[in-house]
């Protein structure tokens, strides 16, 4: 079969389209033919090697995706699952990690998954929209609703809000009525947002993001007024501390990430003066992946899809993401090649 693979870290140029073994089902998994699979900002750090990791080699990028069932393991109830069923898997694994990041990711024809983390698709839902949900959009939809509950007529402010889970907490928090204040680095990136339900945008290329908070909503009073409800924040560094002094009294920052650094400076002062709570949120439950699929079919969320490209042109896709030059997913499909002889014992590409 053909994949993406890396064989040692480095940039996008060590990343090869070839070929490489089938994997072969065990008894309590399926093997999925890949239809589409997204790209997430994990994705250069464990190509570059910065994080504390390990990466099995060779290794494929690629956390989500979705595709068709083409074979069964031998211990797999065949009347709950069977070939041709459109899944979406929960991309963690138990014991084992996540797939792109401690095990290979799914830039690749067929991969592997135990039958516990199959997630059946809705009819209605294309390949390439529920392949950019899981990772960005399950971590949004958790941290704005289940833990950081916005409501209507609040005023939230997003930073980095142009990525996978940026777009989507612009969007959650616009359908709850929020009042929605987002912030990114290019003017082509802050006339989407405004597409996609933000209210306001602050261009961080050439604002500071305290001052511009502080003109538009004044600065935050103990007494009341002044300043917004909510901050999401998942870049830390720099960013953190502004963060605190933008809001209002009572205010809830939420975090689920740090891009830019995990131990920024601290003002604890603006935590007890303010009595601002930071709530954290990681992850996602399989039930949020689940209703962020019918939300889609429903029309009540609309995946920002930057650009669909085939398997081969990972690289190009990656760069992109690099380069800052993406607005929300990046998705790579992949191109049916034939069938397959599969059974429960034994298949073969045909």
């Known amino acids: ?49 910065t ?24 211990s797999v109830d065949g009347g709950t699952w069977k070939v041709g069923d459109r899944v979406c898997p929960y991309p963690y694994i138990e014991g084992r990690g996540m797939t792109g990041e401690t095990l290979p990711g799914a830039c690749r024809e067929l991969v592997t998954m135990p039958v516990t983390n199959l997630l059946r ?27 950081g509950a916005i409501r209507a007529g609040e005023k939230v ?39 996609i339900g933000a209210t306001h945008v602050i261009d961080t290329s050439r604002e500071d993001i305290l001052k511009a908070v502080r003109e538009r909503f004044g600065k935050p009073s103990y007494m009341g007024g002044g300043g917004v409800d909510v901050v999401v924040n998942y870049i830390g560094g720099d960013t953190w501390v502004p963060s605190l002094k933008v809001l209002r009294h009572q205010g809830r920052l939420l975090v689920c990430g740090a ?44 995946p920002v899809i930057h650009s669909t490209r085939p398997l081969s042109e990972t690289p190009q896709a990656l760069q992109e993401l690099i380069d800052r030059k993406v607005f929300g997913k990046s998705v790579l499909t992949v191109t049916d090649r034939g069938p397959l002889n599969a059974t429960r014992e034994s298949w073969l590409p045909l």
């Not at 994080?51 to 031998?74: H, N, R």
């Not at 294309?126 to 289940?146: E, H, K, N």
């Open 1 to 49: 079969m053909k994949a993406i693979v890396f064989h040692s870290h480095g940039g996008v140029e060590n990343l090869k389209y070839e070929e490489v073994p089938a994997p072969t089902p065990a008894a309590d998994e399926v093997l999925i033919r890949v239809r589409a699979v997204s790209l997430n900002g994990f994705d250069p750090m464990i190509l570059r090697g």
């Open 51 to 74: 994080t504390s990791l390990k990466t099995p080699f060779p290794m494929s990028p690629g956390g989500d995706f979705s595709g068709e069932i083409v074979a069964l393991g031998s």
């Open 121 to 147: 698709m809705p009819e209605g839902l294309s390949f390439v929209d529920a392949a950019a949900l899981p990772i960005a959009y399950g971590t949004a939809l958790r941290m704005m609703q289940t833990r």
């Open 157 to 195: 402010l997003i930073l980095g809000a142009t990525g996978g889970v940026g777009t989507c907490c612009v969007q959650l928090a616009a359908a709850a009525g929020a009042e929605v204040i987002a912030c990114g680095s290019a003017e082509w990136k802050l006339s989407r947002l405004k597409e």
């Open 259 to 302: 891009t830019a650094g995990y131990a920024p400076a601290e003002d604890l002062r603006y935590i007890w003066s303010f009595e601002l709570q930071i709530i954290g949120s990681d992850g996602w439950t399989y039930e949020d992946q689940t209703t962020l699929m019918n939300m889609v079919v429903e029309g009540k969320l609309k």
